[in-house]
């Protein structure tokens, strides 16, 4: 139990192009989800809070309107990163949050603008 | 303010060595301390979660233990395929939505 997919594994895209990632949770509902980013051989670093149906709650520094985050549904959060730039390139991971309070991970998304 | 420090950054095991990672926090107040396995390009795995000091969890060669200023995993005679990086998060009290507040890492390699 408790697995969270994400989908795609890869992308890669051109600078200015726009880049869907969804992630979701397969066999549990949650109506938080957390969007991390994370550096070669760094950990993760919080982006934004996901709830459903209200307005993600984003770190500070993280930029709300090239980060766009949708959770429409208690199992489906999308991440949008609009007009990628190469300095946008990374590794991106979602995680879900049981009624257990416990957050489990999605296998990420290796992002790679050119 | 809030932090999470793990040490050793590395740690290199011959099989069948046995030692601990350690996780230190500074934290307002704690509501819950996480451990996760993470492999090379992939999401962290979920292995456990201690809530008050005291408590202790085990899963095969992994025991997790929690004082009120620290907490300890604890791997005995490890295996090649327990090479990982190991991390760390605390979830404070108040905090809205669960949010996690991650550590470095251990980088674990364990050596036939």
């Known amino acids: 139990g408790a697995v969270v997919s994400q989908h795609p594994s890869r992308v890669i895209c051109k600078s200015g192009t726009s880049v869907k990632i969804e992630c979701r949770s397969l066999d549990f509902q949650a109506t938080t989800m957390f969007w991390y980013r994370q550096f070669p051989k760094q950990s993760l670093m919080l982006m934004a809070t996901?709830?459903?149906?209200?307005?993600?709650?984003?770190e500070q520094g993280v930029e709300k309107d090239k980060f766009l985050i949708n959770h429409a549904s208690l199992t489906l959060s999308t991440l949008t990163v609009t007009s990628a730039h190469p300095e946008d390139s990374s590794f991106y991971i979602c995680?879900?949050?049981?009624?257990?309070?416990?957050?489990?991970f999605g296998p990420g998304t290796r992002l790679l603008v050119l | 303010e809030d932090q999470v420090t793990q040490s050793p950054e590395a740690l290199r095991l011959q099989e069948g060595e046995s030692s601990s990672l350690n996780c230190s926090y500074t934290?307002?107040?704690?509501?819950?301390l996480f451990w996760y396995r993470q492999d090379p390009g992939k999401g962290p795995e979920f292995l456990f979660t201690l809530y008050s000091a005291g408590e202790e969890k085990e899963k095969e060669r992994l025991k997790a233990t929690l004082t009120k200023k620290e907490s300890f995993l604890h791997i005995t005679a490890p295996k090649p395929e327990d090479s990982a990086t190991y991390l760390c998060a605390v979830q404070l009290r108040g905090t809205s939505y669960g949010k996690l507040t991650f550590g470095q890492g251990t980088i674990l390699t364990v050596h036939p």
């Open positions: 934290v307002s107040g704690l509501r819950g």
């Open positions: 995680s879900a949050r049981s009624l257990q309070e416990t957050q489990y």
């Open positions: 996901s709830n459903e149906g209200s307005k993600a709650t984003y």
